[in-house]
């Protein structure tokens, strides 16, 4: 544990008073400021305004985005028909377990079996193939699990492997669909650090509809 506080310390020395993150909107400053150490998940509430702002732009192409963000919301409903709701969010560095895998590992497991559980996960970006594989082995397993994948980017959508994944993840009830900037207002709301006593509205960026039509296109075309 101490490793990982003294690497988490080296990493981010200019992000520790705050300073070097206001008014960031250049992507590859933005890049070098959110570099995390690497072989660690981080859970947690509420994330960083420029880790949304860097992680979750959907842009078309995403260099530089080797992590991934996942905010989650679980129902869980009782027999009786009473819900109740937690949320909160997984990162990963892609060397160690993925964000998806995370959540299988930290959350699934403390499941009721007793309860039916409606997730949503706002994701960064689509899930890998292993990733795929993953969500359909526990959706097989968990059967009071429905899950709504809700995505920022298609990850290598070009590839056929990343199509066939993408299209299994549908034949075993998953629904997997691209975020609308509502969606991105959602988490901005719900998700990301908002200053003590104000909360600023969210501003989309100037293609934000542009590249989730972009996307919505290229989802309908490989699912259908």
Not at 89 to 105: I, N, P, V
Request: charged share 30%.
């Amino acid at each position: 544990m101490a490793q990982k506080e003294q690497a988490a310390e080296a990493a981010a020395p200019a992000s520790q008073n705050g300073e070097d993150l206001e008014n960031l909107d250049d992507p590859e400053k933005l890049k070098e400021l959110i570099e995390l150490p690497p072989f660690e998940i981080v859970t947690g509430e509420r994330l960083p305004v420029n880790f949304f702002k860097f992680q979750f732009r959907n842009v078309e192409y995403s260099s530089g985005r080797n992590k991934t963000f996942l905010c989650y919301v679980i129902e869980a409903q009782d027999k009786g028909g009473q819900v109740q709701a937690t949320r909160g969010y997984l990162e990963d560095e892609h060397a160690t377990a993925h964000a998806e895998e995370a959540f299988f590992k930290t959350v699934v497991p403390n499941f009721d079996p007793a309860l039916r559980y409606n997730v949503t996960w706002y994701v960064s970006s689509s899930p890998c193939v292993a990733c795929a594989e993953r969500i359909i082995s526990t959706l097989s397993k968990t059967k009071n699990l429905r899950l709504l994948i809700l995505v920022g980017r298609l990850f290598m959508w070009e590839e056929p492997e990343i199509q066939a994944a993408l299209k299994k993840l549908k034949e075993a009830g998953c629904r997997l669909r691209i975020m609308k900037p509502q969606d991105f207002e959602y988490i901005w709301q719900n998700f990301v650090e908002q200053e003590e006593g104000e909360s600023k509205a969210f501003e989309p960026w100037e293609d934000i509809q542009e590249n989730f039509l972009y996307y919505e296109e290229k989802l309908a075309d490989i699912l259908k």
